[in-house]
C-alpha cells in the first residue's frame, strides 16, 4: 500500500452521509481532491465547502484521479456503480454500508483493487452539524490488510471507534443500529400519535415527548440499559399494564401486537435489575390474554 500522506481522496456519492463524511475527512487533514453525484448541484455544494476540492465529470473521473475512492451512493447502487468503474490495482475501493459485505465490491478487487467497509453508526439530518456528529460513534469495518489498518486509524482520526464486522455479521450488526435508531423514530411517532388522538397537536406532540426520550438516551448512556430503565414494567407495576392493554384495545387495537412485543422485551430486560419471576409473569399473562380477547 502506498505512502498514505500521499494517497488522494474521492467520494462517489454526495447525500447525506458522504456529505458529512467528506467534510469530516478534510476536516482531519485528508486531501479529498474531488467528488462525484448525479446530482451536480449537490455535488458542487459539497465542493465549495472543502478547500481544494472540485466536481468530477464522471464517477470514473474520481477513480481516475484518487487512490481511496468512498462509495457513498444507497445501499442498492453500490454493486451496479462499482461494476460499471474501471479500477486500478493499488486504488481502494469503500463502501459505507453497514448491511453489505465486501461482496458488492467484487469487481474492484478483481481489478486489483483493495476493498472494505466502512460504516458509521449514526444519523445524519443533511445539516452543517453533520460532519461533527461523526465523533464518538463506532465505524463498523470489514478489509483485509493493510486497508484494515487504515481504516481503523481513521476512525480514530474522526474521533471515533473501530470494530471489526466481517461477513454475514454485517447485517445482524446493521439490524441492531436499525433498532437503535430508525425504530425509536417509529415509536415516537406511535407516540405522539396516541397523543394526537387525545387532541394534543402534532407538533406539541413531539416536543413534549422530546425530553422524555432525550433523558432516556442520556440515561442508557450514563447507566446502562437494564438501569436506565424505567416505567411500570421496571417497578412490577401489574395494574398499569392491564389497563394498557385496556385502553388500547378500545382506542388503538393496531397497536396491541407492538406493545405486547415491547413488554415482553422489558419484562426481561426488567428481570437483570431484579424484577421477581411471579410478577414477570403476571405481566406477561396480562399482554397475552390481551392479545387472545
Known sequence: MPDTTRWRVGLIGTGRLGSALAVALARRGEPVLVVFDRENERAGALARRIPG?????????????????????????????????????GTAAVHCSGAHGLDVLEPARRAGAWIGGFHPVQTFAGTEA???????????IEAGEPLRRYLEE?????????????GSNRVLYHAAAVFASNAVVTLAAVAARIWQ???????????????LMRTTVEN??????????TGPVARGDVETVRRHVSALAGRFPELLGLYRE??????????QRGLDRVT?????EAVETAQES
Open 53 to 89: 476540492c472540485s466536481v468530477a465529470a464522471s464517477a470514473q473521473d474520481v477513480v481516475d484521479s484518487c487512490d481511496r475512492v468512498f462509495l457513498t451512493v444507497p445501499d442498492d447502487l453500490i454493486e451496479a456503480t462499482c461494476s460499471a468503474l474501471r479500477w486500478r490495482p
Open 130 to 140: 453533520d460532519a461533527e456528529r461523526l465523533a464518538g460513534c463506532v465505524f463498523g
Open 154 to 166: 481513521l476512525a480514530y482520526r474522526l474521533g471515533g471507534y473501530p470494530l471489526a464486522v466481517e
Open 197 to 211: 388522538e387525545l387532541g394534543l397537536p402534532a407538533e406539541q406532540a413531539t416536543r413534549g415527548l422530546a425530553p
Open 220 to 229: 442508557i448512556e450514563r447507566l446502562g440499559t437494564a438501569q436506565a430503565l
Open 262 to 271: 415491547i413488554t415482553r422485551q422489558t419484562v426481561a430486560l426488567a428481570e
Open 280 to 284: 414477570a409473569q403476571a405481566i406477561l
